[in-house]
DNA sequence: ATGCCTTTGTGAACGCGTGCACAAAGATGG
DNA sequence: CCATCTTTGTGCACGCGTTCACAAAGGCAT
């Protein structure tokens, strides 16, 4: 999963708790999935499993959206499938610009899920006047220069920024100056946007530092001794300014405070 | 952020919330910038402004990691970078395969933010046989025939999976059976895990269609008129198989069932 | 030493999200 | 038409996460 999120935190839109519309789109995949196989009709406890979660979350999830299930059989599957897709407004279609064509921005053009579902790439833009004509996923680089032109010609709203750290920002401000309301930022770096612009973060650096806490976690509870080799680099390391014995989070790396 | 998380929902790791784990490395990030301008001590308030979070959250994020602060002074910056370093498990090596040297898998290869903090890319895998010995980023691409010697050898606990979503199950089982108990899913799938094992999963279809929602939600506000283009769309599309009269999530659509 | 000022650390309240468990609803068979 | 069986929709309780607000703690000037 991609981490962090910068919405408006009270104003629960339109009745949908944010936690169920993150799961709309899981739902709606797995419904196109059986919508393939021409499956009629699904239970909340088969689609449930398919989209790896519990029966009782997603059906209270689909009681947001309305009764649209029937009791006894359960959902009819092509409904589900327009409902869902209406509620995330993927009937209509949206133009999305992508800013940084480096390797990332290339993977992220020549991504086929993209233009399945309502989402249309506008443009790739880069700053580099050698990327701009050269054809990316059959799209040609357009030149920075062009961004505020690409945005309103096309009527762009949602930007997809995958530049390097130092140049997001200013990046960002440009497509918002250009109308641009919705932002998915892969650029490490935390984006400052008015009031209004929802920005979403995806960070591989971050998703990884995840895991490993956790692996971490996993190999000092199989090894019940927490002091490893890290230990020694932690008296080496780490220079505790303030004087006065500090204990660890639970007695771990008691006192290693070598000033 | 990248949506999605398969943990096991209970069990607090030694104590420190999920939430804040997931928040530690943006800490991190903007406690490694401070440190390179040098910057001695930082207050709760200054260092959430960079983290962009609230100064309240994040002082009780640090408050499970245990006392690091000064009052009236703020955190050693230093010394802070060390103790989350240490919470995250950063101050040993992680070596990483990458599965899938696509579009995407180079360039999560050649990402930079990768190595510099305690992440090796230990090998990069793909099906493809005329892509093995290929170089990408600096390594020779390694077929799928070596993907279990490669975990072993290496003692890979965290495995990247980069392939098409056909490919994820299979590979995400080769990748457990052979030892890894951490994925990073890029392939638009629910993987299927047993207990012990952490997936995470980064979906941009999914973030999209997030913004996409958000998005249709401003749209909609601006102009009080809910019923668009789309509501004729949605006679046409939509057919209701159950009869009686549904109404609606608030009223809208109202009772568009043509029988 | 003393008092003031800054900033941390945290107790408490609140709200959101999750999961249980069950009543209501509808299908189905006789 | 009635009984039975399946599956939905949801009231309720619980736990996690967030935020407020403040007391405690330490630095600093006098």
Not at 171 to 181: E, H, N, Q, S
Not at 214 to 236: D, N
Not at 247 to 252: A, T, Y
Request: glycine share 10%; with cysteine; aromatic share 6%.
């Amino acid at each position: 999963m991609a981490t962090g999120r910068t919405h408006r935190p009270a104003t629960r839109s339109r009745g949908i708790p944010e936690a169920t519309v993150a799961r709309l789109p899981l739902y709606l995949r797995a419904l196109t999935a059986l919508s393939e196989r021409s499956v009629p009709t699904v239970s909340s406890e088969e689609l449930a499993a398919a989209a790896g979660v519990n029966s009782a979350k997603l059906r209270k999830d689909f009681s947001y959206l309305g009764s649209y299930g029937t009791r006894g059989v359960g959902y009819d599957v092509e409904y589900l499938v327009y409902q869902i897709s209406r509620e995330l407004g993927l009937t209509q279609d949206w133009p999305v610009v992508i800013v940084g064509i480096g390797n990332l921005g290339a993977a992220l053009a020549n991504y086929g899920g993209f233009a399945s579902r309502g989402f249309r790439v506008a443009a790739l833009i880069d700053a580099d006047p050698a990327m701009a004509g050269r054809p990316v996923a059959g799209l040609p680089v357009r030149h920075t220069d062009e961004l505020e032109s690409i945005i309103r010609d096309n009527g762009v709203s949602i930007g997809v920024i995958a530049t390097p750290a130092g140049a997001a920002q200013q990046v960002c401000d440009r497509l918002v100056a250009a109308g641009v309301t919705s932002i998915l930022n892969f650029a490490p770096t935390v984006l400052a946007v008015p009031e209004g612009v929802d920005v979403r973060k995806v960070d591989l650096s971050i998703e990884l530092q995840i895991l490993a806490f956790h692996e971490q976690r996993k190999a000092g509870e199989e090894t019940t001794a927490p002091s490893g080799a890290g230990a020694a680099a932690a008296a080496a390391v780490a220079a505790r300014p303030a004087a006065g014995g500090r204990k660890g989070p639970e007695g771990d790396v008691p006192a290693v405070m070598p000033a």
